[in-house]
């Protein structure tokens, strides 16, 4: 994935467009439980979207999006 490509979320139908690829880091709960501990998480690669009907951008995670 990289800047220009057009992605779906896997949980919208909406079609935005890559901006920028940056690193953040992601807990989640449902699979490292409800005590945040920011230390254990390596930061994972997240798209910077551009959807039409938003105002500004969206920060996405790499693996929740599809390139169509």
């Known amino acids: 994935m990289k800047a220009g490509d057009l992605v779906r979320a896997e949980y919208s139908q909406s079609i935005g467009i890559?901006?920028?690829?940056i690193h953040k880091k992601v807990w989640r709960?449902?699979?490292?439980?409800?005590?945040?501990n920011w230390d254990t998480v390596e930061p994972e690669p997240h798209a910077v979207?551009?959807?039409?009907h938003n105002n500004g951008t969206v920060n996405i995670p790499?693996?929740?999006l599809e390139v169509v």
């Open 62 to 64: 790499v693996t929740e």
């Open 29 to 36: 709960v449902h699979d490292n439980g409800v005590k945040v």
């Open 18 to 21: 890559v901006v920028d690829i």
């Open 49 to 52: 979207v551009l959807y039409s």
